[in-house]
């Protein structure tokens, strides 16, 4: 991975937006005042790829004074391919961490990975090849920082990071898988071990001592048996038929039997019910029904004729009040007339003097007085007639009801005694029948039982056949069933069996796999191979630095996992030391040494260049000899990293390198580059 351009926005000291350029760069040194904001642009390429600063914990530390957010952007290459990575960190809201990570074709972006905060740190990590602690301890050595690997790290922290460098959590993942193949193979072996025994066991429990041959044989005897039975059957066939008829034709003679003895039975409580003297007392009832009847019919022609009299004098009542009535209206007109003074003679039709008006008006009073008094005569008569037909219609219904009442029970009484007739006649009639049918009853008994028992007699052998036949159809039934069983568990038995041996050789093959896989096999040899190989290429960078130091990295097996641990030896001094033994200046030596040496090896083994080294100061710890070896080493060392990127205040360093100078200032309007 080489910088190409960074472009920060309102980040730590730079204010408002600024594009630091590394194109065409191999070696850039950047120079200012303290607190410039130097390492600031080195914190800006850890933000943008990391999202990580020198500030653990604070990311809101990276967003400038008063400014609301911030932003980086980085162009960048990885071999011949090109991509821009940009990160914004809020102060406020709901997404206060964004980043996006996408890829140039042709003059296209197009999004590389998954577009959040997390996925482009991950994506940064394997386009890279490093994740951030090892790119701090190896390629990116920040100001203060520089005994990363060799003081800050525990052993066993040593060891992850190489382990991450080896891609030995392959190793791990692959043991992991495998143990839980080996168990799954287990289990599924113990499991077709189990299934064997229980087929086994099944197989034992069932019985395959069946005779079959004899079970056949019997079937067939039995069969040939049955047929002879239904041969001589058909062969008095017409015989019972016959009887068959026989016996249909007496059980119909039976049904008429019990018929005739169930109505002889119901003749004699008929007649028991009605003796000689009920018998006279009926008769005498009806001759005496008859009679009234006829008396019933002279009254009621009686009431009729009066009915019809009374209906026509009520008619001629009725008549006289309707003149009396217009009679009296036409008095009163001419009385009102009269009252009125237009009185006129009736002859001559000349006025009348007062005195024949009085006279007429006397003479028109009278009249309708008298008519009055004939309409009320009349009146009273019509009343009377109306009273006297509205009681001969009373006694009329009244003696019409008596008589249907009489007529009804007369009727009545003629029907029983018709009845009694008619059962006297059957009873007469059927007498010899019914005795026939009781004397009857005994022999159609004796023919029901003869035709039940010769038919009884071939079903009773047939339902014994029949009989025998099912069970033996059973257990020729079972026996098949115990044979399919057999053969079902026979199959399954070799499946099992197959099964166990399958299953044993995956337990033998994940077993070695994950012996292999082991923390302390395959993986710990090639992790001591490693470092070995390690301390080598930091041995050939103190020889080139003409150090005189030896440096050694030993492997501890002390726990589960390798612990490595750093010793020197320096000069004469026969026994390695450890190194906290030794001087700032020299830890600082050391520090380079072991961060050049695994930067050389992640060159030489990483398909992807690392295209960057990191050192934020550290220079002035060394001796003017020191230096002037450390200086030539890593203008060698640009030419495998492609970018050196540095921070010094020493002119010689700047001198030395041949480097591309970069000047920070820093005013009250926040950091700049000067041009």
Not at 421 to 434: G, S, T
Not at 544 to 567: A, G, N, Y
Request: proline content about 1%.
């Amino acid at each position: 991975m080489r910088p190409i351009k960074v472009e920060v926005h309102d980040f730590m000291s730079w204010a408002g937006s600024h594009v630091i350029d590394f194109e065409d760069k191999s070696v850039v040194v950047l120079i200012g005042d303290t607190g410039a904001g130097k390492s600031s642009i080195l914190d800006s390429i850890l933000f943008v790829l990391y999202g990580e600063t020198r500030v653990q914990n604070d990311l809101d530390a990276v967003i400038r004074r008063g400014a609301k957010s911030t932003t980086v952007a980085m162009l960048f290459d990885v071999g011949a391919r090109r991509f821009r990575c940009e990160r914004t960190r809020a102060n406020a809201g709901t997404r206060r961490s964004v980043a996006s990570l996408v890829e140039l074709v042709d003059g296209q972006e197009r999004a590389f990975g998954a577009q959040s905060v997390n996925g482009v740190t991950q994506s940064i990590t394997d386009l890279v090849g490093l994740d951030l602690h090892t790119f701090l301890a190896t390629v990116y050595m920040r100001q203060g920082d520089s005994s990363r690997f060799t003081a800050d790290m525990t052993p066993a922290q040593r060891r992850e990071m190489l382990a991450s460098v080896l891609s030995l959590d392959i190793y791990e993942n692959v043991h992991k898988v495998a143990r839980e193949r080996l168990r799954a193979a287990e289990l599924a072996q113990a499991g077709a071990v189990r299934a064997v025994e229980s087929i086994k066991q099944q197989l034992a429990e069932l019985d395959f001592n069946i005779d079959v041959e004899d079970l056949e044989n019997s079937e067939r005897d039995l069969t040939r048996a049955r047929q002879d039975i239904l041969q001589n059957v058909s062969k008095h066939e017409h015989a019972w038929r016959a009887v068959h008829e026989l016996s249909l034709a007496t059980a119909r003679l039976q049904e008429h039997a019990s018929a005739l003895v169930s109505l002889g039975d119901r003749i004699d409580n008929t007649v028991r019910k009605y003796d000689a003297r009920k018998l006279a007392t009926m008769e005498r009832y009806v001759r005496e029904a008859e009679k009234k009847r006829a008396d019933y019919e002279r009254e009621s022609a009686a009431l009729q004729v009066a009915h019809s009299r009374l209906q026509e004098q009520s008619a001629q009542a009725s008549a006289q009040i309707a003149h009396a009535k217009q009679q009296i209206a036409q008095y009163e007109e001419a009385l009102s007339k009269l009252k009125d003074g237009d009185g006129f003679c009736d002859v001559c039709g000349s006025p009348l003097d007062a005195q024949s008006v009085e006279h007429s008006r006397k003479h028109i009073q009278d009249n309708i007085a008298s008519m009055s008094a004939q309409s009320a005569s009349a009146s009273a008569q019509a009343d009377f007639l109306q009273s006297a037909v509205k009681d001969i219609q009373r006694r009329k219904a009244l003696r019409d009801t008596e008589n249907e009442e009489s007529e009804r029970r007369a009727q009545q009484v003629k029907q029983v005694m018709q009845d009694l007739q008619q059962v006297q006649a059957v009873r007469d009639a059927e007498h010899a029948n019914i005795q026939a049918a009781r004397h009857f009853d005994h022999f159609a008994n004796g023919i029901d039982w003869q035709v039940a028992s010769g038919e009884g007699n071939a079903t009773s052998k047939l339902a014994d056949i029949d009989a025998q036949l099912w069970d033996i159809q059973h257990q020729l039934s079972a026996a098949e069933t115990v044979r399919q069983r057999g053969t079902e568990l026979s199959a399954k038995l070799a499946e099992y069996e197959q099964e166990v041996t399958q299953s044993a050789l995956k337990v033998s093959s994940w077993n070695l796999i994950a012996q292999a896989a082991h923390p302390g096999g395959v993986a710990m040899e090639l992790f001591t191979n490693y470092v070995g190989v390690l301390a080598e290429s930091c041995n050939q960078v103190a020889a080139q630095l003409d150090l005189d130091m030896s440096i050694h990295l030993e492997v501890e097996h002390t726990t589960k996992q390798p612990q490595v641990k750093i010793r020197v030896i320096a000069g004469d001094d026969p026994e390695a030391r450890d190194y906290s033994s030794f001087s700032g200046g020299e830890r600082f030596q050391i520090d380079l040494i072991v961060r050049l040496g695994m930067s050389n090896l992640l060159v030489e083994q990483s398909t992807t260049p690392i295209g960057l080294l990191v050192i934020d100061e550290g220079y002035d710890t060394l001796d003017p000899d020191r230096m002037d070896h450390v200086l030539g080493l890593l203008q060698r060392v640009s030419e495998h990293f492609g970018l050196v990127l540095t921070i010094s205040h020493n002119p010689e360093v700047w001198e030395q390198l041949n480097a591309n100078i970069m000047s920070i200032v820093k005013d009250s309007n926040g950091s700049r580059q000067l041009s």
